[in-house]
T-cell receptor, first 113, second 118 residues
């Protein structure tokens, strides 16, 4: 069953603008991860945020997590054409030890130069 | 580091034929995952292994699908017989887990095998 659901499904912005993608999930988690997928490629891990963290940064990426609302957001600042890709959130299940990830259907981001 | 290696990258076959997809995980990783990606259903987990042992195959769609991991450096996903609805991109991913860890770790994905069943 789908755990994470991204919103919006598609997003188109101009280069230099910020892009915000949201993810909602249903059950309690240990951590939430964001991945990027370029067309025709495998997924690449971007960032992991644990359930006891509220915000995390990595370069131009900023991820927030609100466990009370079961939601997360990924912000890409000063976007570039190379950021064009699909972005997925993935969650595990609390108390399951090594648990597999469940991926959402992703947000397709287009950054127009 | 070569990353996760999958072969073939593309496979076109006719309905009823046997298809075997191959995966070499990153050396030292002890978890391996097989996923299927389609536009309609997104990324679905088919099966995953810990230390070469299948842990959960509830995502395998039918008995036509089977997966093996004979050793830490090789896994196969077999479809026999194949059907047109099996057409998808199949990904293999690997990760490193350790005892006492709570929560999933970062997964490293291969480039995928694009399967077309005619």
């Amino acid at each position: 069953s789908q755990q994470g659901e991204e919103d919006p499904q598609a997003l188109s912005i101009q280069e230099g603008e910020n892009a915000t993608m949201n993810c909602s999930y249903k059950t309690s988690i240990n951590n939430l991860q964001w991945y990027r997928q370029n067309s025709g490629r495998g997924l690449v891990h971007l960032i992991l945020i644990r359930s006891n963290e509220r915000e995390k940064h990595s370069g131009r990426l900023r991820v927030t997590l609100d466990t009370s609302k079961k939601s997360s957001s990924l912000l890409i600042t000063a976007s570039r054409a190379a950021d064009t890709a699909s972005y997925f959130c993935a969650t595990d299940a609390l108390f399951s030890g090594n648990t597999p990830l469940v991926f959402g259907k992703g947000t397709r981001l287009s950054v127009i130069a | 580091d070569a990353g996760v290696i999958q072969s073939p990258r593309h496979e076109v076959t006719e309905m009823g034929q046997e298809v075997t997809l191959r995966c070499k995980p990153i050396s030292g990783h002890n978890s391996l995952f097989w996923y299927r990606q389609t536009m309609m259903r997104g990324l679905e987990l088919l099966i995953y292994f810990n230390n070469n042992v299948p842990i959960d195959d509830s995502g395998m769609p039918e008995d036509r699908f089977s997966a093996k991991m004979p050793n830490a450096s090789f896994s196969t996903l077999k479809i026999q017989p194949s059907e047109p609805r099996d057409s998808a991109v199949y990904f293999c991913a690997s990760s490193l887990i350790w005892e006492g860890l709570a929560g999933a770790t970062e997964q490293f994905f291969g480039p995928g095998t694009r399967l077309t069943v005619l």
